[in-house]
């Protein structure tokens, strides 16, 4: 008898209030990862292929509503509605630095993180640096890092000068949700909470020069691994864009309002969205035929991202897990050697687990969320 076909998820506990954001790292020599941003202003570091849980990195005091990890997963940053970004070492858990802002920080990214992960908008840059010249500290590729939120004022620091002024474009038309940079890093994704649309700001002038229409606010923006897409994620349609002449490739409109997309990086024959139905669909790329229906959040899906190798995709939501689902259906018997615990947790992979301890991050109690009484939503 034919065993049949199911999608089982490795369901990854630890966040104690929605998750809000996900984005997984480049592959690196020791695999690949997944930093999670959640409400209880505790990001989390997590081996991207297998979930399992790595550390906490504690010190915020407010809502996390961004995360990135750089080029090498050698350092993570996080945007808070305590005021902050901050930055971290990946690989210790220790707080690098601090950069404060005037008001609530919604999103962060580091440069030179090729075309993986970013959302909302484009900021057209120019910024000249020397490739060649990496902080001896920890032989990082990745120079600068940009953050935006409520001031509608988007921030450029110099990582190898951590105290020295940001460079700054102080003219959005409204409230920033999300950045990143594209993979010349001459090019950044910038858009706000309150305007529909996706800009393209040349920084040099501090000007529009174009504009990437929708009928709504958008909610998520990526760029495809081979920088051929934009895909964005406005109200109940996801939209793909020529990523160098920035036309409309193709529209297509979703079963209910969605707030995340992700195209899978390896083909590009697939896309994923999720968003107030708490299911992760699956389409077709080339039709917009949908392809399958995964459930099992038990709150609206806030975030979806496929794994940069395309084997799997993670999502996260309102009820605080983040599930990684496999792209191919597993048979039931499969599903059985990717049980996890009766908690949820999933199984730690000693190596992994171990690389990180020798380095000292914090692997405290996998539900520690610090000062809940501190947090701020925004």
Request: charge should be negative; glycine fraction near 10%; proline fraction near 4%.
């Amino acid at each position: 008898m034919e065993k049949k076909k199911v999608t089982v998820p490795l369901v990854c506990h630890g966040h104690s209030r929605p998750v809000v954001d996900l984005f997984y790292s480049p592959i690196t020599p020791d695999g690949f990862f997944l930093i999670s941003a959640s409400k209880d202003s505790s990001p989390m570091l997590r081996n991207g292929e297998t979930g399992d849980w790595i550390g906490t990195f504690e010190g915020h005091k407010g809502a996390i509503w961004s995360s990135c990890l750089d080029t090498k997963a050698l350092r993570a940053a996080s945007a808070s509605a305590d005021f902050s970004a901050k930055l971290w070492d990946a690989l210790t858990g220790d707080e690098l630095h601090s950069f404060e802002h005037k008001h609530i920080v919604r999103a962060c990214a580091f440069s030179d993180v090729g075309l993986n992960c970013l959302s909302i908008g484009i900021l057209l840059l120019n910024l000249s640096y020397n490739l060649n010249h990496r902080p001896a500290s920890n032989a990082c590729d990745t120079h600068f890092l940009l953050t935006g939120g409520v001031e509608k004022i988007l921030r450029i620091f110099d990582l190898n000068r951590l105290d020295a002024q940001p460079r700054q474009v102080d003219n959005s038309p409204g409230s920033i949700r999300t950045v990143a940079w594209l993979q010349s890093d001459q090019m950044i994704l910038s858009s706000c909470t309150d305007t529909n649309g996706v800009r393209l700001w040349d920084l040099r002038s501090g000007k529009i020069v174009q504009t990437l229409e929708t009928k709504s606010s958008v909610t998520s923006v990526e760029v495809s691994q081979d920088g051929c897409y934009i895909t964005t994620a406005d109200g109940s349609t996801v939209k793909f864009w020529d990523a160098n002449h920035f036309g409309l490739v193709k529209s297509y409109d979703m079963p209910c309002n969605v707030e995340s997309a992700s195209l899978e990086p390896k083909h590009g024959n697939k896309f994923i969205a999720g968003g107030e139905d708490m299911w992760v669909h699956v389409f077709d790329f080339h039709t917009g035929e949908e392809l399958g229906c995964n459930k099992g959040h038990h709150g609206p899906v806030h975030c979806v991202r496929f794994s940069p190798g395309g084997e799997s995709f993670a999502s996260g939501s309102e009820d605080g897990t983040i599930r990684i689902w496999q792209t191919s259906p597993v048979t039931h018997d499969e599903s059985d050697l990717l049980g996890s615990e009766p908690s949820g947790k999933v199984k730690a992979v000693a190596d992994e687990v171990a690389r990180k301890i020798e380095s000292g991050l914090h692997i405290g109690g996998e539900g520690k969320t610090g000062d809940m009484d501190k947090a701020t939503d925004a």
